[in-house]
């Protein structure tokens, strides 16, 4: 049985059903290391109305909850980094996310969260071992094919989630996996994805005469602009038309399946703005792409069914649809319908994602997925349209400014060495690869002697191969990377362009 222990500050704390029941309007605990939030901040225009539509709260309600998501953000990211392998996920509980609960595999990290005012939760599984649970779920064909459609980490039960129509076969085809029966649990559901690709409506293109998709989010390439949108919508060469059916551009890449990301250039008649329609005449800014808490609000605009609202329930979800499986999708209840998909998923001002596929509709209500933003950004090197300071593109890497004989890798707590010769090559660390359970910044250096060209590679893996996500190969010694990523498996290549000899690999992960 999963060991789980729950700790708060000695005050009772009531789960209310997402009702117009009066709330304090107020937080319930303010934490001591979160920076308030100004009170001349105003939520984004739009928002709070949908929020109160499809969450069913006041206006007060709405307006407290997105200025408890806002400022908790930052004390679960502080604890995020300092729990480091032991961090076991973090979730909103209460009508107007008054809580942060913050799980721990040590109850010795007990007395940093309580600090903050965050509610420790103690559990069995860290969430990288449920990651790697999961994967063994996702990777076994008899268990995908007949456990259903739907496979996700849940961090609240702190098990992974099979949904199925039918739990007895469900069940046995896990049993049968080898999967931890402990560690994952199957729930029964009618759910059946579908992608969201064939209507019309408010940011819409076209891609060639009868297929409609919805933009995500504009974003930039050097000085080529463009937008980010579904895989499923097209593939690579397609041209694109807007709304107005004028010609707009072109796709320079897309993912489908296993992920569903594309991004298309667009031509010099088509400006980026950082902002997202909230369907009621007006729009919301986009200021970044700080991925939000599972339980956090988060609202979709697509061309179909306009501007919605919901909240994120679990990420790394794995969703079989009839044309092939995506992982690491986020889940919501926020609805969607054919002709949304590659539309926006934005949390108060900050980007989340671009829209997968779902079930039901938005007159009875269902479940959508999205795609997490941070992958597309990083597999193309892209660089996020934002109202402020706009994002580093991924997997570039600044000038060096190390003065001549000294050590380019001074700051990295990780280290690997070894010897080349000419022309050889080898994987860091250890031959092997190292797993990241949370996304963020990774970096390397690598210093080799002085009379050797070593390049340096970072490549992760996408399910069935690996692919190389950041590249340094100066015609010097020495190499550094930087790459923003997801979570998932990664390794470094070191490789011998010309000459033989020593180099150390120092590298830092999320």
Request: one cysteine or more; aromatic letters at 8%; a neutral charge.
């Amino acid at each position: 049985m999963s060991r789980r222990h729950a700790i708060t500050t000695g005050c009772l704390l009531v789960i209310t059903a997402l009702t117009s029941a009066p709330v304090p309007a107020v937080a319930q605990v303010r934490t001591a290391n979160a920076p308030a939030v100004p009170v001349a901040w105003k939520p984004p225009a739009g928002m709070i109305e949908a929020l109160q539509r499809d969450l069913h709260l006041t206006k007060e309600q709405a307006q407290t909850r997105l200025l408890n998501e806002t400022r908790l953000a930052t004390v679960e990211a502080d604890l995020r980094g300092r729990l480091g392998a032991r961090f076991a996920g973090a979730w909103f509980v209460g009508t107007v996310a008054q809580r942060l609960v913050v799980a721990t595999t040590s109850e010795a990290d007990i007395p940093q969260i309580v600090a903050t005012g965050a509610r420790a939760e103690i559990v069995s599984r860290s969430l990288s071992d449920l990651a790697a649970i999961k994967e063994q779920v996702d990777n076994t064909p008899a268990a995908r094919k007949e456990t259903g459609a739907v496979r996700y980490i849940d961090v609240r039960s702190n098990k992974v989630v099979v949904l199925s129509k039918d739990v007895v076969v469900a069940s046995n085809a896990l049993e049968a996996s080898g999967a931890d029966p402990v560690a994952v649990k199957v729930e029964p559901s009618n759910e059946t994805p579908q992608l969201l690709d064939d209507l019309v409506g408010g940011n819409a293109y076209y891609i060639g005469t009868t297929e409609r998709c919805s933009i995500g989010f504009p974003v930039t390439r050097g000085t080529q602009n463009g937008f980010v949108s579904a895989g499923h919508c097209g593939k690579r060469g397609d041209t694109t038309s807007g709304s107005n059916w004028t010609a707009q551009g072109v796709f320079q890449g897309s993912s489908f399946p296993d992920s569903d990301y594309a991004w298309v250039s667009v031509n010099a008649n088509w400006t980026p703005k950082p902002a997202v329609n909230n369907g009621s005449g007006g729009t919301v800014p986009v200021a970044g792409a700080r991925p939000a808490i599972e339980g956090a609000s988060v609202c979709r605009s697509g061309s179909t069914t306009g501007w919605h609202c919901g909240t994120i329930q679990q990420r790394d979800t794995s969703v079989t649809y009839p044309q092939g499986t995506v992982y690491q999708l986020a889940r919501t209840s926020v609805c969607a319908e054919p002709g949304d998909s590659g539309g926006s998923f934005i949390s108060v001002d900050q980007a989340q994602g671009v829209t997968s596929g779902g079930s039901g509709n938005c007159t009875a209500g269902g479940v959508t997925y999205f795609q997490p933003l941070d992958e597309i950004l990083s597999a193309y090197g892209l660089t996020l349209m934002t109202v402020g300071a706009t994002t580093t593109p991924p997997g570039t890497t600044p000038p060096s400014t190390i003065p001549p004989g000294a050590s380019p890798c001074n700051g990295y707590p990780k280290t690997v060495a070894g010897k080349l010769n000419d022309g050889q090559s080898v994987y860091q660390p250890n031959n092997r690869y190292y797993q990241t359970a949370a996304p963020g910044q990774q970096s390397a250096c690598l210093d080799s002697d002085d009379n050797v060209d070593f390049d340096l590679f970072l490549q992760k893996w996408n399910g069935t191969s690996w692919v190389t996500v950041a590249t340094s190969d100066s015609p010097g010694p020495d190499e550094q990377v930087g790459y923003t990523g997801t979570r998932g498996y990664y390794r470094y290549r070191v490789t011998s362009a010309s000459g033989s000899g020593s180099y150390t690999l120092k590298y830092k992960t999320p």
